[in-house]
């Protein structure tokens, strides 16, 4: 008789957990090393719980689990007598015995399925069962230690302790780690990480000239001072917090929610520490003596979508928007998907269905209603409305950019004066309650401290706390991932057992460790991984290291990473001179193509037509660009923005062929290219000064003499033409807000253009190397 199927694909999920982590492997297969079993399940069907959608998708499947120790050890309920796993004795164990035996009607996994285990796979399992079978909690539920530096070969590489983890893991590879990139690419590498922007000219000829041994820690000092620096870290948050302009749904009406991209922008600039941050956005109004500043903070809740069509049930988006903040808390701060429970107990984390309701009954407890009015009757904000005054922003809100005297409405966090009741919800249907739950949270994560309140601010501080084995962990895999492109977890937002396992384990926790015991400063967390001979690589691929690890996991040099959506705008801004370097305030409307907001409007509110904005506005960051949910911005999309529609942790980075017409194409780059072009002859007096600088100010370093000659060739070529048609001169300069008269066009302004386009379309404009 054979096992149930689902004993197989749990035996699968064993061995693939095994064989793709080669530092597991590495450990399970050497000497008399102990092995456990951490609870470390991959899943091979589908990224989505495949039981939502069965009959019985509430309840947890029965049968055989190998992932719980006490059902793998027990009596099989088919075969009494035997067990699946008997520890020490791998000969009397069904798990051993049926993928090793060579009965194709016995073999597990069965030949049907296509999947097999390899001779070492088995041996793994026979060592384990022979070693004693033993079980461990979940890597990521366990708290993080700082373990002992790593023996090293090559200490005059290291200038930190990451380096001791990096390049350990390295020397057991075979690999090297590359030498530190020239002083240019690190410039402009560290300015772009840290401010969004590309470095100046001036601040390139600088950094050339001062080359002592405290110039490029003073160099991370100034960046990290510059308001730019929290523009940068908040367009990370913005994803998280899914922040948007609109309300989202059919009718997608405007809203007032930008004060709250203000403070993320002057918490990071002033340096709040993480765990103040996140108490302030869980739970600041229930703080003692809350202020203004803090209740702003918790929009942070509030930024999911509201619902103006009428005929809607009340009560369904009352529960809609409680669900997407419970959700947006579990990915965006302690790193699980816990989607899964609201409908049934998760079918691979140890989450139950009660305890995602109980962790949900913490934000169930606000007076907001799931609908308000029709967009007929729409306001800026929904109830609970923070009133943000004039004196406001002129004492305790400074930090708000509003020039008017109006008033400013934003949706925020409120409690109730008594205790709503929350319930578990039969498959998640607001309408199916069942059992009352308290709040809580999953004791599988850590110990919810009894002394600790039952409400939002006991959530905050439960988040924050040493003892809580994810958020930090989370923040500092999060930051990583800003750097490197991949964090040393590969799937950000699931720390869970469909996660990635960590690639540097020992790293993460040490990082998780220093970034508590430094007070959760963030800026201190990112100048000590700046600080490393790790970061200070070139990206130069060596043939060994792309044949052994092609994805630079290990990072034997630092990656090529393509800019985000709004760092790419960033960067044709500021490098042609445009850039408006004001701080915060409402939300623009750069060039669009015409018609595509009218294409997805229900007809209704004030969002039917895209009214373009003008003059300074058109040159904001790509920070303040503005996000209507039911029609985002098409070239932040191209280039893989959040729609914001949800709580998103990490981005793609594709390569279309959109991405290059959107370069060669898009009005801000063609007025960018003919602003600077007219600048530059304004300033020089002849093209070859003009085009080294304009290389300068886009690629960030001096143009190479073969590269200059072949730029010089080019613009040569185009000043012919248009000196033949000087009808195509001005039709390709003319596409800036201020056109310029016959009598002011030259054909050297035009070939000129053309030469800083080419230089926007290079991959190593718009790369991070």
């Given at each position: ?48 719980c ?43 164990s ?39 079978a ?41 690999l ?24 100046t ?7 050339e ?24 870290m ?59 500043e ?63 309701f ?125 750097i ?65 690890d ?79 949910l ?39 780059v ?41 730029l ?48 926007f379309?290079?991959e ?6």
């Amino acid at each position: 008789m054979r096992l149930p199927i689902l004993f197989s694909l749990l035996l699968v999920f064993l061995a693939i957990v095994s064989c793709k982590n080669s530092e597991s492997q590495e450990i399970f297969i050497s000497g008399e090393e102990q092995i456990s079993y951490n609870f470390h399940i991959r899943p091979i069907l589908s990224d989505k719980c495949f039981a939502c959608h069965g009959p019985d998708a509430n309840k947890r499947e029965a049968g055989l689990r190998l992932d719980i120790a006490e059902d793998a050890y027990a009596a099989l309920q088919e075969s009494p007598g035997q067990h699946a796993i008997v520890p020490n004795k791998p000969e009397e164990s069904q798990v051993f015995l049926r993928i090793s035996t060579e009965d194709p009607g016995e073999r597990m996994p069965p030949p049907e399925s296509n999947l097999i285990l390899s001779n070492s796979e088995i041996e793994i399992i026979k060592k384990w069962i022979s070693q004693g079978a033993a079980y461990e909690p979940h890597w990521a539920f366990v708290n993080p230690t700082k373990a002992t530096l790593p023996p090293i070969k090559n200490k005059e590489w290291v200038e930190n302790e990451i380096d001791h983890f990096v390049l350990n893991r390295l020397d057991k590879m075979g690999l090297q780690p590359n030498p530190i990139a020239d002083r240019p690419t690190l410039l402009k590498r560290l300015s772009l990480d840290i401010t969004g922007l590309p470095p100046t000219v001036q601040m390139m000829q600088s950094f050339e000239k001062e080359k002592g041994e405290n110039s490029y820690e003073e160099l991370l000092d100034f960046l990290l001072s510059q308001e730019t620096y929290g523009e940068k870290m908040a367009a990370l948050w913005m994803d998280i917090s899914r922040y948007s302009d609109s309300y989202g749904y059919q009718d997608d009406n405007i809203r007032t929610q930008w004060p709250y991209r203000d403070w993320v922008i002057h918490a990071f600039n002033k340096n709040l520490p993480y765990d103040e941050f996140i108490t302030w956005q869980l739970a600041g109004d229930m703080l003692p003596n809350a202020n203004k500043e803090q209740i702003l903070a918790t929009a942070f809740n509030r930024n999911h979508k509201y619902t103006e069509e009428g005929g809607v049930i009340d009560e369904e988006y009352r529960v809609e928007y409680i669900l997407d903040k419970t959700n947006t808390y579990s990915k965006g701060i302690i790193g699980m998907t816990m989607e899964c429970a609201q409908c049934h107990d998760h079918k691979y984390d140890p989450i139950s269905q009660k305890e995602y309701f109980e962790l949900y009954a913490f934000f169930n407890n606000t007076p907001e209603k799931g609908y308000e009015g029709d967009v007929m009757q729409s306001k800026p904000a929904k109830t609970p409305i923070l009133w943000i005054e004039k004196e406001d922003t002129e004492s305790i809100l400074k930090f708000i950019n509003h020039k008017d005297s109006s008033r400013l409405m934003v949706s925020v966090m409120e409690e109730l004066d008594s205790i709503r009741p929350t319930y578990i919800l039969d498959r998640g249907l607001y309408d199916a309650p069942t059992a009352r739950v308290n709040p809580g949270t999953p004791i599988s994560f850590s110990k919810f401290d009894d002394n600790l309140p039952k409400n939002r601010l006991g959530l905050a501080k439960w988040t924050v706390s040493k003892d809580n084995p994810l958020t930090a962990r989370v923040f500092v895999n999060l930051v990583w991932q800003e750097i490197f492109g991949q964090g040393i977890v590969k799937s950000t937002g699931d720390f869970g057992m469909q996660g990635d396992l960590p690639s540097h384990p020992e790293l993460l926790d040490w990082l998780a460790v220093d970034f508590m015991e430094n007070d959760w400063d963030i800026k201190y967390l990112l100048k000590k991984i700046m600080s490393s001979a790790t970061y200070k690589q070139s990206s130069i691929v060596k043939p060994k290291s792309l044949e052994m690890d092609p994805e630079n996991t290990y990072l034997a040099r630092y990656p090529r990473l393509r800019l985000t959506a709004e760092n790419i705008r960033d960067l044709v801004l500021a490098s042609s001179g445009l850039l408006v370097k004001e701080i915060g305030g409402a939300s623009v409307k750069p060039y669009q193509p015409k018609g595509l907001w009218e294409a997805s409007t229900s007809g209704r509110g004030e969002l039917k037509t895209y009214v373009q904005d003008s003059d300074e506005k058109l040159y904001r960051r790509g920070l303040y660009t503005f996000i209507k949910l039911t029609s985002p911005p098409p070239m932040p999309i191209i280039f893989d923005a959040s729609n914001r529609d949800q709580c998103e942790v990490n981005r793609g980075r594709t390569n279309t062929p959109l991405q290059a017409l959107v370069m060669l194409n898009d009005p801000l780059v063609l007025e960018a290219s003919a602003t600077l072009a007219m600048d530059l002859l304004q300033k020089y007096d002849n093209a070859d000064q003009a085009i080294t600088d304009a290389f300068e100010r886009i690629i960030c370093r001096k143009p190479k003499k073969n590269e200059l000659e072949v730029l010089e060739a080019y613009y040569q070529e185009e000043k012919e033409r248009f000196a033949k048609n000087k009808q195509a001169a001005s039709e390709m300069v003319n596409v800036s807000n201020f056109p310029i008269s016959e009598k002011e066009l030259r054909t050297d302004s035009a070939a000129l253009m053309q030469v800083i386009t080419t230089l926007f379309n290079l991959e190593e404009a718009i790369t991070k190397i």
